[in-house]
């Protein structure tokens, strides 16, 4: 008997092993992937069966009241945690050199100048690359229409990144009737050009009508002693007395702006030295008619290295309030500003324009140049004589210029310009 109890224990244990055997090698699974515990509990299930039929086997053929008690321990299983992600923001690509187009100061697309007359173009670029613009980077032609510009002008200033810059470029309008569109890009120290836009592709361009001519319908130079000029604390002779502490005014031919050329006739005024400063001509009534410009080139006088000013554009109606159509501050920093003021809002009035200077601190050195300020008009006519200014050899950059919207189609941002809007004059459409 006890040999065969032993024989018996003997395939108990053999047919477990096989039978786990089997279920291991030709039980189905899913393509899923159970948990530990599942699969454990499956396993044991399928051996119980396996030996309760041994049992039952065995029982038929062993001695009576042999039992038979078999014990499985399973394993406590645990579950391993999956690792977490953490969503990484995609890197950001620059580029050294990514210029973003900002607006048009002067002259936008479409906008209508006289035959081969001469005129300021200006664009706002900010620098939204990595690397600075230095003076050997430039604005390069690229196709179309070149107004009489040369090929290639180096920038003058350093812009750094994040900076915004005004680059202004002197041009000449074609002699026939037309619309003319010149492209331009930049070029960095190494000669690659690149433009404007998400890939710094695009060209930033001139776009203009010609048509007529542009004239000049008023010389504030030659009429200067026609207005009546004042300081903030008396009236003054025109012309004054250059030195004069209580202010003055005077003509000066041919000027030299702080870059050292000179650039055509100009006004030289000087605010008063006591109190806040101020100098103002209030010029007679002037017919506008739609289309007039106020233009000029405005400026610190060569060596003043210690100018801070503001300019005004200001006018009067009849005997109403005196307002401000535009205004600019200026320091010297070796460079000039074109202005030009649509006055097409003021069209059909009898205008009183005031030409203002105000000292930005102390006045002692504020010896501010008004060159060639004018009112334009066009005309399908020539005139006899017309303004032509002198070129300017390099463009006017301004590395930290900011305007404020006017009721005239292009004011000409400064370096740090601030045109004051006037309530009662409707703002003509930018083109």
């Known amino acids: 008997m006890e040999a065969f109890m032993k024989l018996i224990h003997f395939k108990k244990g053999f047919l477990l092993v096989v039978a786990l055997g089997t279920i291991l090698a030709c039980g189905p699974f899913s393509t899923g992937s159970p948990q530990p515990a599942e699969t454990l509990n499956a396993l044991y299930t399928s051996a119980a069966e396996t030996l309760g039929a041994m049992s039952t086997q065995a029982a038929n053929t062993s001695a009576p009241g042999l039992t038979v008690t078999t014990t499985l321990s399973i394993p406590t299983s645990s579950v391993t945690p999956f690792s977490t992600f953490t969503n990484v923001p995609p890197i950001q690509v620059t580029k050294c050199d990514a210029a973003a187009f900002v607006t048009d100061v002067t002259f936008p697309d479409g906008a209508v100048v006289g035959r081969a007359s001469n005129f300021t173009k200006i664009w706002r670029f900010k620098n939204v690359g990595t690397c600075t613009w230095t003076t050997s980077y430039a604005i390069v032609y690229v196709s179309g229409e070149k107004f009489g510009a040369s090929n290639s002008i180096p920038l003058p200033v350093s812009v750094g990144p994040g900076q915004t810059v005004d680059i202004a470029i002197n041009l000449t309008a074609p002699g026939s009737d037309g619309r003319y569109r010149g492209n331009w890009k930049l070029r960095n120290a190494s000669g690659i050009l690149f433009g404007v836009g998400t890939n710094s592709e695009s060209n930033f361009y001139v776009d203009v009508n010609v048509s007529g001519y542009t004239l000049s319908a008023y010389d504030f130079v030659v009429n200067y002693c026609d207005a009546t000029w004042k300081s903030e604390t008396k009236n003054l002779g025109c012309p004054g ?98 202005v030009n003021v649509d006055l097409s809002g003021l069209r059909g009035e009898k205008v009183k324009f005031i030409l203002t200077v105000l000292a930005n601190g102390t006045s002692h050195d504020d010896f501010a140049l008004w060159v060639n300020p004018r009112i334009t008009r066009q005309s399908s006519d020539p005139a006899t004589s017309t303004f032509t200014p002198t070129p300017s050899t390099t463009p006017t950059v301004t590395p930290t210029s900011t305007t404020t919207s006017t009721p005239t189609d292009t004011p000409t941002a400064t370096a740090t310009s601030t045109a004051t809007e006037t309530p009662t004059i409707t703002p003509t459409a930018t083109p």
């Open 241 to 338: 007395s250059e030195g004069d502490d209580r202010g003055f005014v005077r003509k000066l031919n041919s000027p030299k702006m702080e870059d050292g050329v000179s650039r055509g006739d100009a006004l030289l005024t000087y605010p008063n030295k006591s109190g806040s400063g101020l100098i103002t001509g209030k010029f007679p009534n002037f017919n506008v008619k739609n289309g007039d410009h106020f233009q000029a080139l405005i400026g610190c006088q060569r060596n003043a290295t210690d100018c801070n000013v503001i300019f005004r554009l200001q006018y009067q109606i009849g005997n109403g309030d005196i307002k401000t159509l535009a205004q600019w501050q200026e320091v010297y920093e070796g460079l000039y500003y074109p």
